[in-house]
């Protein structure tokens, strides 16, 4: 079996020799047996990351794991830990509770959860190669021992967006802020289910709205046209890739429904040089990689992931689409406290029931899976079929017998 060689990038010049057929999915999946080979956190970290752009994912996934073994390292270093074979079946609770009285990495226990999973992956990539014990890795069964208790509230907010209320958000948006910025994200985040970094990579003339002079398909629909471009930047950019580097699922076509296509149409042609909210804020320069995004900001010819994200919690929060007061706890609390609404910017930090781009995805999933095969999903929202089915489907199984039995009178029909 022959190797194959990756350059870590780093200024240590570590070279990481990796086997062929070797992925990191294996490895993660895979137990060691041998004696623990000490390494400290630092050349794990290392091997790990360089392991992950090797297997193709996306570095902007990379990044929060990253940030968790940051904080895990310097854990570590506090407790005299200098290798991961130091480690036991405590050391992530350890950890865990360092972080609770810790000023500068205090978080939430749901955020705490999302931490600890994150640790879990790179100590299982660990012990597989022998780095780590076994024992460092919480079995299935201790897990739940391990990750903290989260509240009702919390247990809300980790939920998918429902489908009933996601399109009656599209009707409030259709009515009242139609073919606004909002109206244009809201349609790529629940109708078409995009990811963040899907979204933020749309150039202006990816979107193709009426037929051009020369269109190689027999029949012309208006679509999106989504490239994976992570080389655009310099070196301290990452550029604009797409999270699925699977070339079936990242560069691909998004055929749009008429109506969001007018709808995107009127966003573009209406644009001023003034304002960025009501339709497109035209500007005369480019982004930092010397290109014009679809979506603009007041400040931006391409709109940054924390305004998709700060306007998902917006729109979904029950007090801007049904223009009535939120009866959330967290809305009330904020409301007596304050005598007024959280401002809109605010309301994903206080509201309940808002939903973070993740969740309107997955509700988007779900929704679309009622409407077609997973196949044709897989393609409109960069997923592979299987991991529609197994992690995004949220449907149960009256609304999954719903679906095959659609087909069935479909059938019937025909």
């Known amino acids: 079996m022959s190797d194959r060689t990756v350059e870590s ?45 090797e297997d193709g994912k996306s570095p902007n996934s990379l990044q929060p794991i990253g940030s968790a073994w940051g904080q895990f390292s310097e854990w570590m270093e506090v407790n005299g830990v200098t290798s991961l074979a130091e480690l036991d079946s405590s050391s992530l609770a350890q950890h865990d509770s360092w972080i609770v009285g810790s000023d500068e990495y205090h978080k939430k226990p749901i955020s705490r959860r999302e931490h600890l999973k994150r640790l879990r992956r ?12 076994e024992s460092a890795v919480p079995t299935d069964d201790d897990w739940q021992q391990v990750l903290p208790s989260v509240s009702r509230s919390e247990e809300i907010r980790d939920d998918p967006l429902e489908t009933e209320r996601g399109e009656q958000i599209t009707r409030w948006l259709a009515a009242e802020k139609p073919c606004s910025r909002d109206h244009v994200i809201w349609l790529l985040l629940f109708e078409y289910g995009l990811r963040v970094s899907a979204i933020r990579a749309i150039d202006l003339n990816d979107a193709v709205l009426s037929e051009p002079e020369e269109f190689p398909g027999s029949e012309f629909h208006p679509h999106i046209r989504l490239r994976d471009r992570p080389g655009l930047g310099g070196e301290y950019d990452a550029g604009l890739p797409l999270k699925n580097t699977n070339p079936e699922y ?21 644009g001023t040089p003034s304002g960025a909210e009501s ?105 592979a079929p299987d991991t529609l089915r197994e992690v995004y489907d949220r449907a149960d199984e009256y609304r999954q017998m719903e679906r095959v039995a659609d087909a069935m009178t479909n059938r019937e029909e025909e």
Not at 122 to 133: G, N, Q
Not at 250 to 270: C, G, K, M, Q, S
Not at 332 to 359: F, I, L, V
Request: charged residues 30%; contains cysteine; proline residues 7%.
């Open 279 to 383: 339709s497109r804020k035209e500007f005369d320069v480019t982004d930092s990689h010397d290109r014009v995004g679809l979506l603009t900001t007041e400040q931006s010819p391409r709109v940054p992931g924390r305004t998709i994200r700060e306007r998902s919690h917006h729109l979904t929060c029950p007090t801007t689409y049904r223009e009535e007061p939120c009866d959330c706890d967290g809305c009330e609390a904020y409301r007596a406290e304050n005598g007024r609404d959280p401002y809109p910017s605010k309301r994903g930090a206080h509201c309940e029931r808002t939903r973070s781009p993740h969740q309107v995805r997955h509700g988007s999933a779900t929704k679309l899976l009622d409407q077609m095969g997973p196949e044709r999903v897989a393609r409109i929202v960069g997923t």
């Open 250 to 270: 990242a560069d691909r076509l998004v055929p749009l429904y008429l109506r969001h296509a007018e709808a995107i149409r009127e966003y573009i042609f209406t």
């Open 122 to 133: 790179v100590l299982k990539y660990a012990s597989a190669r022998d780095w780590a014990p």
């Open 9 to 53: 990038g780093s200024s240590t010049g570590v070279t990481i020799e990796i086997e062929d057929g070797d992925d990191l999915e294996s490895l993660l999946a895979s137990g060691g047996s041998a004696a623990i080979d000490p390494r400290p956190p630092s050349e794990v970290w290392e091997r790990f990351s360089n392991h992950w752009i």
